[in-house]
């Protein structure tokens, strides 16, 4: 009895079920009709939604290209508001310029109507123009024969300088620093040694020297003889280096320290009496000792400065130059003879000369000035 019951129950559960089945089969076909255009919906708008995206680029880029022209259309616009205040200035300024000169063109055409004689004007006009090339020709060879004369003189002054130099040091018994030579011959029974350089390879007596051999220094020299193309030196006591001895063909240099760094006071004139201004210089004393080599004393040195540095006469002072004379020797020019007056061409009237009538001058105004 119970089964059957149990079975009924289970029928009218199954009933149920299949009712319930048949009703949720027809709203899930509902849902999945939705689903399907939701999908579809949600298709489209991701679309639209990339379009809109794309579409957002492209008005972003627009929008910056198009601030990009305004601002260069601001720029641009500054600078043309700039140009037109320049042009107004300058249209103003040239304005300006232009009634001054139609005043100019004013003036002067009355001026020439006054002037009347054109053609004698211009004839005038080309005359002074060719005085005025003429003069401008000269003053110019003048400048060059000027700058030439100034750089002999700056050549002449160089030499002389140089020559005082070379003589100082000769008196001084010092040679030059760049000095060079060679050991020809060497005595070491005198200590004596013979140079392949003399006055005229820049030895002076009395000048200190280096014997060297390689870069050592090993010996020490004193010129006593000088010859044209040779000289004599003494050892300097002690000076040669131990275990060295002086060679033919050792490099002879001018000693890094000379005893006569420092020139010696002139001598005080002897006598109560200075020499006069134009009289000869007095000569040098006698040298205390002969030669210890038996050479010939040594002539007597150069006059004092200002002297030929090779002992020649000294020449004649020269004669004071003429006043306003021409500085390169030319005679001067003749004084202008002065011209017929003549009106001045644009009315005015001349400025009369001190002490005299009130004339017009005619005269070459590119001519030197008469003598006084």
């Known amino acids: 009895m119970v089964w059957k019951i149990l079975s009924i129950l289970a029928a009218g559960c199954l009933g149920a079920s299949c009712y319930f089945a048949w009703s949720n089969q027809k709203d899930l076909a509902t849902e999945r009709d939705r689903e399907s255009s939701a999908k579809a919906n949600l298709k489209s708008s991701q679309e639209r939604k990339k379009e809109g995206d794309e579409a957002l680029v492209v008005k972003k880029t627009a929008l910056e290209t198009v601030q990009k022209d305004l601002a260069t259309a601001k720029d641009e616009t500054v600078k043309f508001a700039a140009q ?3 042009k107004e200035v300058s249209h103003g300024v040239i304005k300006g310029n232009l009634d001054q000169v139609q005043q100019q063109v004013t003036a002067v055409e009355k001026q020439i109507d006054d002037a009347g004689d054109i053609e004698k004007l211009i004839a005038q006009i080309e005359k002074l123009k060719k005085d005025q090339a003429e003069a401008e020709s000269a003053v110019a060879n003048q400048a060059q024969r000027f700058a030439a004369a100034q750089e002999a003189f700056t050549s002449l002054t160089a030499q002389t300088a140089k020559l005082r130099e070379d003589e100082t040091r000769g008196r001084r018994g010092i040679v030059a620093p760049e000095f060079t030579a060679r050991v020809s011959q060497y005595f070491p029974e005198w200590d004596v040694a013979i140079l392949n350089k003399g006055n005229t390879g820049g030895v002076f007596a009395n000048a200190d020297l280096e014997v060297k051999r390689g870069k050592n220094v090993i010996a020490k020299l004193k010129v006593k003889n000088v010859e044209q193309f040779g000289s004599v030196a003494e050892v300097v006591p002690g000076s040669i280096a131990s275990g060295q001895a002086i060679q033919a063909g050792d490099t ?14 002139p001598p ?15 000569a040098p004393a006698a040298p205390a000792a002969s030669d210890p080599f038996g050479a010939a004393p ?20 020269p004669a004071p130059a003429a006043p306003a004379a021409d500085p390169f020797g030319a005679a001067p020019a003749p004084a202008p003879a002065p011209a017929a007056p003549a009106a001045d061409p644009f009315g005015a009237a001349p400025a009369p000369a001190p002490g005299t009538a009130a004339k017009p001058n005619t005269a070459d105004p590119f001519a030197p000035a008469p003598k006084p």
Do not use: I, K, L, R
Request: aromatic share 2%; glycine share 8%.
């Open 298 to 317: 040594a002539a007597a040195p150069a006059a004092p400065a200002m002297s030929d540095p090779f002992g020649a006469a000294p020449a004649p002072a």
């Open 84 to 86: 037109v205040q320049e």
């Open 268 to 282: 005080a004139p002897t006598g109560g009496s200075a020499p006069a201004p134009g009289a000869a210089p007095a």
């Open 252 to 265: 002879v240099v001018a000693a890094a320290t000379q005893s006569a760094s420092t020139p010696p006071p």
